[in-house]
């Protein structure tokens, strides 16, 4: 059975874990705790030379990391992932635009709100705000013209971005400013087999 190294509160493995449950894929799941460095350990760090969830570990003991090389590896050959190369190639560019444009913007802000931290990070969190909104910026103009990031339909690039754009309000980001993501966000939410970040999927097995 698969294995999956997340923790709660996390984004990144929250994709996981939707397109785990979308896939029907049983799984066990180990769930770290980040703020007392359980990502930090030597046994951690032979699963992922980044130090970081989520991991993916396969039966045979071989492990896959960062969130979107996880989506990619799960959704080859599925509805969720376009097989002609052009269309691929967008996916993997939108995550790459998750990952430089979004992500530590989103999440970084986000976390600081939720450990209590904003008013000591406050000049942080404006940088963070700057450069994310520019981001959103981007995601918004293509939404407003397109239901799906790639082509006609849901795909693992809707999946990657989703997550910490949902999440985003919790960064105290004014997502009323984005009428759009809004619409494209509710669509991802009514895909079949999505969950919320606190829900357990029925194939989470441990
Ligand atoms: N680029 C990575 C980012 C992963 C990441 O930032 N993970 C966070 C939780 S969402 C983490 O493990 N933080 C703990 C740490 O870096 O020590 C991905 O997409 O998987």
Known sequence: MLTLYDSRYSGNSWKIRILLNQLKIPFERRTLD?????????????LNR????PVLELEDGRTVVESAAILLYLSEGTEYLHSDPYLRSQVIGWMMFEQ????????????????????????QIERLHTDGYLGLEKLERWVENHDWLVGD???????SVFTYVSLAHQGKYEMDRFPSIASWL?????????????????????
Request: proline residues 3%; charged residues 25%; aromatic residues 14%.
């Open 50 to 53: 980044f130090s970081r969830v």
């Open 100 to 123: 430089g444009d979004l992500q530590r913007f989103l999440a970084m802000a986000r976390v600081y709100h939720i450990r209590g931290l904003a008013d000591k990070m406050s000049q």
């Open 153 to 159: 339909r849901y795909t693992v690039a809707d999946l």
């Open 186 to 206: 509710d669509r991802v939410k009514a895909q079949p087999g999505w969950i919320d970040i606190f829900d357990q999927s029925p194939y989470q097995l441990v």
């Open 34 to 46: 980040l703020e007392s460095g359980e990502t930090k350990t030597d046994a951690f760090y032979a």
